[in-house]
């Protein structure tokens, strides 16, 4: 087992805007995006609901790629020691109102 394998990655990750960014270290490389996404949701404090009460779900941009990552894609084989991830909520434009 290599040494990055055992000791986990770093990422830096924040929100779209920046103000909530954070250092890790440790990051488990066996784990999925969708599972360190929620942890990362509660530990950034980001908000669970719309400004109108519904559930938002949000998406991991890997900047390094400029892509989306799937929450099904695994650390280790996604992710590279140091790389950037943003954090931004799924915006559905233009919702109907009754």
Do not use: C, F
Not at 16 to 34: E, F, M, N, Y
Not at 39 to 47: G, N
Not at 69 to 80: C, D, F, I, K, R
Not at 81 to 86: A, G, H, L
């Amino acid at each position: 087992m290599d040494q990055v394998a055992m000791m986990g990655i770093g990422l830096h990750v924040s929100d779209v805007s920046g103000q909530r960014a954070h250092d890790l270290r440790g990051v488990p490389v066996d784990v999925t995006v969708g599972e360190l996404m929620q942890s990362l949701l509660s530990r950034m404090k980001l908000p669970q609901n719309d400004a109108e009460g519904r559930p938002l779900t949000y998406h991991a941009r890997l900047e390094r790629e400029g892509r989306h990552l799937h929450t099904s894609e695994v650390v280790g084989h996604a992710l590279q020691d140091e790389d950037r991830i943003v954090l931004q909520p799924n915006i559905d434009a233009g919702g109907w109102r009754r």
